[in-house]
């Protein structure tokens, strides 16, 4: 039972580059989430999904793109990394919406951008 | 906006003795409170779940209160371990939104 995996678990990068850092989860569930966390800011939403091929901004989502053609993957990218997104990003999972919404999270990707 | 507050200054607890943290949040009460815990180069790990007509909840060690009259949650471990040593986050939803406070980083020193 693997869970949810996030990679690379470490990245370093230089400024304008375009990375991408994978989610995939084998839950089959519904929601997923994408994370920063900083110091000083704690985990802030930069986008989410609901389903295959529906995504949706969060609290900080310029400088990001997302996408989820399949269930179990939610791909972030970066398409000209800056400095001030170097961070440690984690993705999340949820089975539905509505309820209880608990959040089973990836282990993180630490990207740091030079 | 919501704002969730917990405090910033890492708590330092004697082993054996309960810990005690505090989340505290502005405008509307939440339907469900969350806790979870985040220990170094890892995920937050889901603890426990209170719901807004809920009092109080327990899970062998550890406790969660919710007052939503003093916008108030706190979560409790007693006979406090040194592995109990973490960040503990509270996390707020309401409508399929969620958002969590910074963390208060817990040390227990044997």
């Known amino acids: 039972d693997a869970g949810i995996t996030q990679s690379p678990r470490y990245k370093i990068t230089e400024t304008g580059r375009q990375v991408t850092l994978m989610c995939h989860q084998t839950w089959s569930h519904s929601y997923m989430f994408w994370y920063r966390q900083d110091l000083g800011h704690g985990l802030r939403l930069i986008y989410y999904s609901a389903a295959a091929d529906i995504t949706d901004k969060g609290e900080v989502p310029d400088g990001y793109v997302v996408s989820r053609s399949k269930t179990e993957n939610f791909p972030l990218t970066l398409e000209s990394a800056t400095r001030s997104q170097t961070s440690v990003y984690f993705c999340?999972?949820?089975?539905?919406?509505?309820?209880?919404?608990?959040?089973?999270f990836g282990a993180g990707t630490r990207l740091s951008v030079l | 906006s919501q704002k969730i507050e917990q405090n910033s200054e890492a708590l330092n607890i004697q082993e054996g003795k309960t810990a005690t943290l505090t989340c505290n949040y502005t405008?509307?009460?939440?339907?469900?409170l969350q806790w979870y815990r985040q220990d170094p180069g890892r995920g937050p790990v889901f603890l426990l779940l209170i719901r807004e007509n809920e009092k109080e909840k327990r899970k062998e060690r550890l406790k969660v209160t919710f007052d939503t009259t003093l916008k108030q949650s706190l979560f409790h471990i007693t006979a406090s371990q040194p592995a109990d040593s973490a960040t503990y986050l509270c996390?707020?939803?309401?409508?399929?939104?969620?958002?969590f406070g910074k963390g208060t980083r817990l040390h227990i020193l044997p």
């Open positions: 999340a999972s949820i089975p539905q919406g509505g309820g209880s919404n608990i959040q089973y």
């Open positions: 405008n509307y009460s939440p339907a469900y």
């Open positions: 996390a707020l939803e309401r409508d399929d939104k969620i958002i």
